[in-house]
Each structure stands twice: as C-alpha cells, then as structure tokens.
C-alpha cells in the first residue's frame, strides 16, 4: 500500500506499473485520477490551493484503504494527493486498486473516492476573477459517501 | 492542564492563526467546553459557532462535543473537508 501527500506531480502510468512489478496474480486494476477544472459553481478558476492536515491527513487515508481492504479483495492499493499551488489542468489526486476481478477493484476505487472526499482533511481555496474564495463542501459528496452504509 | 490547538481553512483566515498552545481551567474537560471557551473570546471567535459544520478532531481523529479533553492533547478545528 502507497499513501502520499506531495506537491509534486505524479503520473498514472508509473503507478499501475509499481503496483503490478513482480506479479502476476492481479487481474484487475482500477483507477480514477482528479484534475483542477477551470471553472466551478458559474466562475472562472485560474489557480487552486490545496491545505491539509499533516499527520491526520496520511493516518485517514490509510483508514480508508483499511475498510477498503476489508470489504472488498484488495491486493494492493495507492493513494497520492497533491497540495499547495495548482493550475487547472494539473492533477490533484490519483486511487489505483489491484485486485483479482474488476467488480473488487471498481467498487474499492469509488470507495475510497468518495471516503476521501468527505473524510480525509483537505481544503481547497480557488482563485477567480472576483478574488479567492474557499470551496464549500458538497452534500452530493456526502451523499455519495453514505450510499456505502448499506 | 494544556493542550495544543489547531486552526484550519477558512478558520485558520478569519481566526487570524493557525495554532496555539493553551493552559485550560479545570471546568474545560470535554471538546464541547473547550469549544464554548474558545468562543466566549469573542469577537472573530463568533466564527467557532458560525462556520457550518464545524468538524473537531482529538489528536487526528475527528470527535463528537462529549469527548474528552486530555492534558497534552492537539485538538484541531476545521470546516467540512473539501478535497479529491
């Protein structure tokens, strides 16, 4: 498993090599990676800043990799997500899931998308033509989240 | 005892700071009373009761406002989470 809070780039490809290298019992990788849009809520965003807790941040990915791994077969996992200084177009976080099949693998990946969104403390503060603003939470991502309860 | 407390976000900017380290009086044993004491500082401190949804974490695990108040404790309050 692979947690990393950075402010360098990463790149996909690189990744589900790492995570596949030396195996051949993974039948399924799954793989979602976040971009900064270049507008949100009607207004044009030319720069996103991205806060975080250290410490709290690693630890609550990890738990969320964990429920992950106990609900679904996880074989192995990698969660990197960007702070500081972003451009739209630049990548802000990346989930690959290597599992046998890909029912695991999807579901685990959303999973953890969704728990990431509404648990793991990251803010973003974003820069548009009228000033800088700090992004709201989104009950849709909450909702999202809890669809996982059941 | 005291305890270190952190701010972020929105929080962080209106609060004007980002930690601090504070000895509390004996009656402040839970996060609840540690939340009411910091906001009977008034002024920008309206903002504790103010941001929606104010989330609190008792070293790095978020807590509910009957959780307890350990001496030596980091406590951080922050607005909803907003990354991925």
Avoid at chain 1, 72 to 100: C, F, K, Q, Y
Avoid at chain 2, 5 to 19: C, D, H, P, T, V
Wanted: proline residues 3%; hydrophobic residues 45%.
């Amino acid at each position: 498993m692979k947690i990393s809070v950075q402010t360098e780039d990463f790149d996909l490809g690189a990744e589900c090599a790492a995570i596949t290298r030396g195996r051949s019992d993974i039948g399924a990788l799954a793989s979602f990676v976040g971009l900064v849009r270049d507008s949100n809520d009607g207004a044009g965003i030319s720069r996103m800043t991205l806060e975080h807790y250290p410490g709290m941040t690693e630890q609550s990915l990890a738990e969320i990799v964990e429920q992950a791994r106990g609900r679904w077969d996880v074989m192995d996992a990698t969660v990197i997500h960007r702070v500081g200084e972003l451009r739209p177009g630049d990548n802000i976080v990346l989930v690959v899931v290597a599992s046998a099949h890909r029912g695991d693998a999807f579901a685990a990946c959303e999973f953890i998308m969704d728990y990431l969104k509404t648990r793991a403390p990251f803010w973003k503060k974003e820069k548009t033509p009228e000033g800088e603003r700090w992004v709201d939470a989104r009950e849709s991502d909450d909702e999202s989240a809890a669809r996982w309860k059941a | 005892m005291s305890v270190n407390i952190l701010y972020f976000a929105g929080l962080r900017e209106a609060l004007g700071q980002s930690s601090e380290q504070l000895s509390l009086p004996a009656q402040v044993g839970s996060v609840g009373q540690l939340h009411a004491h910091l906001a009977a500082r008034g002024g920008v401190w309206a903002a504790l009761t103010t941001t929606k949804n104010l989330r609190i974490a008792v070293n790095r695990k978020v807590a509910a406002m009957d959780a307890p108040v350990k001496d030596g404790d980091e406590v951080a309050f922050f607005p909803p989470v907003t990354g991925g």
